[in-house]
């Protein structure tokens, strides 16, 4: 009797021990799905892990066209901690804006939630042939079709307001 009773106890636990890893593994890939959702990014951007900073625009040098346009609904922000978060000069990919306009006196970094980290854009009727990157997010509520454009001040944002415009992506 005593030889079942230790086999039982044995497979027993192997199955909670088997039962307690699954379960693990799919809290796992919950946590790293919803990562992804609310950050935006895609599988590989996650797995590539922090995506490196790109330079600013001044060496960016595209001659292929854009891959497509896009109408988008585009504001303005500013680094100010009532508008982004406590560290309002670093943007989600760790590129600090402020420091980068004080070089280049051109703040070349938009916010968007429907595009990758790192995708290049052009805005020609704002910035002329002047290149944009993908360095920030939006409140996750802004899905498709909305930008952010970063400006270096608060009323220069304000001034900019809301607008429909269009714009140029380089993939």
Same mark, same amino acid.
């Given at each position: 009797?005593?030889?079942?009773?230790?086999?039982?106890?044995?497979? #027993?636990?192997? /199955? +909670?021990? &088997?039962? !307690?890893?699954f379960f693990t593994l799919l809290l796992l890939f #919950?946590?790293? /799905? +919803?990562? &992804?959702? !609310?950050?935006?990014?895609?599988?590989?951007e996650f797995i590539k892990g922090a995506e490196a900073v790109v330079a600013p625009s001044s060496t960016i040098d595209y001659v292929a066209k854009p891959t497509k346009t896009v109408s988008v609904l585009a504001s303005s922000y500013s680094s100010t901690i009532d508008q982004t978060d406590s560290t309002p000069?670093?943007?989600?990919?760790?590129?600090?804006v402020c420091s980068y306009y004080e070089v280049d006196g051109f703040g070349e970094t938009i916010a968007a939630n429907f595009l990758p980290m790192g995708t290049v854009v052009k805005i020609p009727e704002l910035y002329g042939d002047k290149f944009l990157v993908v360095r920030d997010r939006m409140n996750p509520r802004y899905g498709y079709g909305r930008i952010d454009i970063w400006m270096p001040?608060?009323?220069?944002?304000?001034i900019f307001?809301?607008?429909?415009?269009?714009?140029e992506i380089f993939e």
């Open positions: 009797m005593k030889v079942k009773n230790k086999r039982y106890l044995f497979w #027993n636990k192997l /199955a +909670i021990t &088997i039962g !307690l890893m #919950n946590i790293v /799905a +919803i990562f &992804i959702t !609310l950050n935006r990014m895609s599988f590989s000069c670093i943007t989600a990919n760790g590129y600090n001040t608060r009323s220069e944002a304000l307001g809301k607008r429909w415009i269009d714009v």
